[in-house]
């Protein structure tokens, strides 16, 4: 009568499907919900999910219903001290009243946020959604030389070498065992047949001298079966699957001098810590070279980059020799895709920001696919910024962007690396 | 509960792990009580599940399967939201009403939960859905399961076809009317031949009685020409706008329309769950309680089993007053369990009062009674034909009468000897679907004009529509195609245009919803 079955392991994530179509419906205010998620909260959290939460009245479904008025009368419970014909005051905010029915639980309910958590994944790919690395696809798709062999099970045939024995002799045993059981199975029987008229009979007796020339045919007939057969054989195969070079070097250059007060510093560790986020979580291959100067450029590793200070005077171009040298030295086999990203607050000695320019212009930008300057600085631009200015409308893969303060950071960002039409 | 035998039986292990074998011995001892007090149930099937697949069955409105749509997502978001903060458990059961009938048991309850949950949902609600009247005419058990497969497969077949975005517009939109998408009062039943003719014999006979042969002078053109220009379509009001939608709707696809009928079929399938609620969850209380009382008295149950189903028990059947903050109506558990007690209160032990006012059950066979009452009522007759004054005292009914016309609110009825018929009869309108939710008719369509949709709300004690209904509006219109409007009659008889969604697939077929 009664049916118990264990549903415990059957599929989970049922609703993932009714999660994603949730998740792109409201992409907009799932994305406005992000970006104010982000403000004020430092770039390591960044990693993790993320409470959201969205103003309920954007997602209601709409129903006929009947709204507050007219006439209404309902039972409660718990009468303690009313009498038939009593007049009470309608009670404010519905709590207990008699204003209708579910007034109390929709006043209650109806205008707060409706508010859900977002794993990292998703919350990383609502953040940078509609972001990428420009000219990227380009380049990857015109050099597509490179193949890797990779296994994809195994195959009737192939080269010796490739053999894979377990799997041909597994092979080869079920063969041997559904080719031999019919002649396993009669030979059982004549066996006991053979012992039974044994014991009543003499050794030489015609029946067991019978029995004992059919079974010896059927031994043969079993040792007939070869041990291991040609179709038996099972060979390891491999593939070619084109290799998509998406590798790619990215340059952070920053200026970590004495004009650079902490905060300035912090908001361009901000920046490459984003900029860092995305490039790892994009392209699985991609190298980072850290750069930072003041007068002299160092190259570091990153948890330097972003964690010690230094202070002393400004020499931007100190940065992009190092950058010129080590593009030259490491990446210049053509196999590279090649970005740039410099943060400075723009104040530089005076002479070397024409010189800066130059070195950018001939040296660099003819190298990389985009190269990208955000200045730091709460006022005016600094004399880099104009020297830069010069750049842009020369160069299509120069960006620069002025940043003010924290705030402005992730605004800037997506307006650098905005997927744009190609 | 009968007094107590003498404690003949081993009880039962309880500890607080479930096992396997522990469900089927609990099963079968359940089993064995339950076909003593006569339950007619489908066969059970229990299925154990975790609590995050419980979430899953909870967001897809408690069916083993769905289609998909962000609504659904929606709703799974906030049951995990809840359930991970602990601001609200998961129900211990969910049960569908299909043949088996499938019955959860989450992994994380103790076996006296499970015990408890077999007995209320496999028992208790299993026996309702097959006797009740309103589930044997209005769903089918059989196929229920089935045709949530082909609804799936069918949509997933058209968002392959047509988009998703195109079908998640429609669905929308055919969620937005799925309270109007039911039949309130037409009965699948197949009327025979003979009442057919009947009817139409005694609806002539009537029109012909209302003949007056004064206006027999009238010249006979004149009237003629009239009846044309006023033919209407439909030429009845129409409650069902999805069924209406999915005959009418003038520029639908064929699969547009398969959808309607789809989303239609299943919203009537529930339309008995939401009538049935006081006696359905009573009906069930009362059940659990009753099976593992008598397994009790058997001496099969341990005590500290006993402790924890009273515990669990006593806090489902709570009932707040109106003014502790955590009211939120009546409970249909406490008040279904009670009026099941004291409808067998009344068949065995009945009172003067309960003669008076029960003459017909009061001291006849309990399980008649009761068999009676489950099979032909819903909450709105069970409440206006059962509900006694001795529950009205126990729960201290009183009725508020709120009339926006007046500065203060009424007490309208008490549970005293002028009240009870008159909290009784406001009770009963409480949980009359007809009145909770309001009246919309398809009213008119303007067939040899413009194809506008006149859809008409039939206001009732000046109750108005809620402020989205102007949203809805824009689904009917996405689905329908064309201009449609929403009208009001009040009960003074003035008819006035709520507000009105203009559009023409013809030209804009970009959806606009």
Not at chain 1, 309 to 332: C, F, N, P, Q, W
Request: glycine letters at 6%; proline letters at 5%.
């Amino acid at each position: 009568m009664v049916r118990i079955i264990d549903r415990r392991f059957d599929s989970r994530n049922k609703s993932a499907v009714n999660r994603q179509r949730f998740m792109r419906r409201f992409k907009g205010q799932i994305r406005k919900a992000v970006a104010d998620a982000i403000d004020g909260r430092s770039i390591k959290d960044l990693d993790n999910g993320e409470d959201v939460s969205i103003p309920s009245r954007d997602l209601s479904e709409p129903q006929f219903h009947h709204g507050r008025g007219g006439v209404w009368e309902t039972i409660f419970t718990g009468n303690d001290q009313f009498s038939s014909g009593d007049q009470i005051n309608r009670p404010q905010g519905g709590a207990g009243g008699g204003s209708g029915k579910g007034k109390a639980s929709k006043d209650g309910e109806g205008e707060d946020d409706f508010v859900f958590n977002l794993s990292r994944e998703e919350f990383l790919d609502v953040f940078f959604d509609d972001l990428a690395l420009p000219d990227l696809v380009k380049t990857q798709l015109a050099r597509i030389h490179e193949y890797k062999s990779q296994r994809a099970g195994f195959s009737n045939d192939g080269t010796p070498a490739n053999i894979n024995v377990v799997r041909s002799l597994r092979g080869a045993l079920g063969r041997r065992l559904a080719l031999g059981a019919p002649f396993h199975g009669k030979l059982r029987e004549l066996q006991r047949a053979l012992d039974e008229r044994l014991e009543t009979h003499p050794d030489d007796d015609p029946e067991v001298q019978r029995l004992r020339g059919e079974i010896a045919i059927l031994r043969a007939k079993l040792e007939a079966i070869p041990f291991i057969d040609t179709f038996d054989l099972r060979y390891n195969n491999r593939i070619k699957v084109p290799k998509p070079t998406t590798q790619a070097v990215m340059f952070c250059i920053m200026d970590v001098s004495g004009s650079m007060d902490e905060g300035k510093k912090a908001t361009a560790k901000r920046f490459f810590m984003l900029l860092y986020l995305f490039l790892t979580r994009t392209y699985e291959h991609i190298e980072l070279v850290f750069i930072r100067h003041h007068t002299v450029a160092k190259e570091v590793n990153e948890e330097d980059f972003f964690h010690s200070r230094e202070s002393g005077g400004t020499v931007v171009s100190s940065a992009l020799d190092l950058m010129k040298d080590i593009l030259h030295a490491r990446y210049a086999n053509g196999a590279w895709n090649i970005y740039g990203a410099q943060a400075s607050d723009g104040d530089n000695w005076e002479n070397d920001s024409p010189h800066c320019r130059e070195l950018l212009a001939e040296r660099v930008l003819p190298f990389v696919q985009y190269f990208a300057y955000i200045e730091i600085t709460p006022g005016e631009p600094q004399n880099l910024w104009r020297e830069y200015e010069k750049l842009g409308t020369a160069h299509r893969n120069f960006a620069m962007q002025h940043i003010e303060g924290l705030p402005d950071i992730y605004p800037v960002f997506r307006e650098l690396f905005k997927k744009k039409l190609v | 509960m009968s007094p107590p035998k003498a404690k003949r039986k081993k009880p039962l292990p309880a500890p607080g792990e479930w096992t396997f074998e522990l469900i089927d011995a609990y099963h079968a001892e359940i089993d064995r009580v339950a076909r003593e007090f006569g339950l007619d149930t489908y066969p059970i099937q229990v299925e154990l599940i975790t609590s995050e697949q419980m979430m899953d069955a909870y967001s897809s409105v408690g069916m083993p399967v769905n289609y998909h749509h962000w609504s659904f997502g929606k709703s799974f978001l906030q049951t995990e939201k809840g359930y991970r903060r602990g601001q609200m458990g998961l129900a211990y059961e969910i049960v569908i009403n299909s043949n088996p009938c499938i019955a959860y048991l989450m992994e994380e309850n103790t076996m006296t939960m499970q015990a408890l949950v077999i007995a209320h949902a496999a028992y208790g609600h299993n026996s309702f859905f097959k006797g009740n009247y309103l589930f044997r005419q209005w769903t089918n058990p059989d196929a229920i399961v089935d045709y949530l497969i082909f609804a799936r497969n069918y949509l997933t077949e058209c968002e392959e076809r047509y988009g998703e975005e195109e079908v998640e517009l429609l669905l929308d939109s055919c969620h937005a009317l799925m309270n109007v998408g039911v039949d309130r009062y037409k009965r699948p039943a197949k009327l025979s031949l003979t009442k057919e003719l009947t009817r139409q014999r005694e609806r002539t006979e009537y029109l012909q009685s209302q003949v007056n042969d004064l206006w027999r002078t009238l010249p006979a053109q004149a009237s003629r020409a009239h009846a044309v220009e006023t033919r209407r379509f439909p030429p009845e009001p129409q409650e069902n706008l999805l069924y209406f939608i999915e005959k009418n709707a003038p520029l639908l696809e064929p699969w547009q329309r398969e959808v309607v009928r789809i989303v239609r079929k299943i919203s009537q399938y529930f339309f008995p769950q939401r009538q049935t609620q006081v006696m359905n969850e009573g009906w069930a209380t009362y059940w659990h309680y009753t099976l593992l009382n008598t397994l009790y008295d058997e001496g099969l149950l341990t005590d500290s089993f006993m402790m924890e189903f009273l515990h669990s028990h006593t806090n489902v059947v709570y009932q707040p007053g109106y003014d502790e903050p955590w009211y939120r109506g009546i409970n249909p558990y406490a008040l279904g369990f009670a009026m099941w007690q004291d409808i067998r209160r009344i068949c065995e032990a009945p009172t003067a009062e309960d003669r008076q006012w029960f003459p017909d059950i009061a001291g006849s066979d309990w399980r008649e009674t009761f068999d009676f009452a489950m099979r032909n009522f819903k909450d709105e007759s069970f409440v206006a034909q059962f509900l006694s004054p001795k529950v009205m005292r126990d729960f201290r009914l009183f009725a508020i009468l709120d009339d926006d016309k007046d500065a203060r609110l009424k007490v309208s009825a008490i549970h005293d000897e002028a009240g009870y018929r008159r909290v009784r009869e406001i009770l009963s309108d409480n949980y009359n679907l007809g009145s909770r939710e309001p009246n919309l008719q398809v009213w008119d369509v303007d067939v040899r004009g413009d194809r506008s949709l006149t859809l008409r709300h039939q206001a009732y004690l000046r109750r108005p529509l809620s402020g989205d209904c102007e949203e809805v509006l824009k689904h009917v219109a996405h689905l329908w195609g064309f201009a449609v409007r929403l009208e009001v009659a009040r009960e003074d008889g003035s008819v006035s245009c709520l507000h009105e969604c203009r559009r023409d697939r013809r030209r804009h077929d970009a959806p606009q919803v």
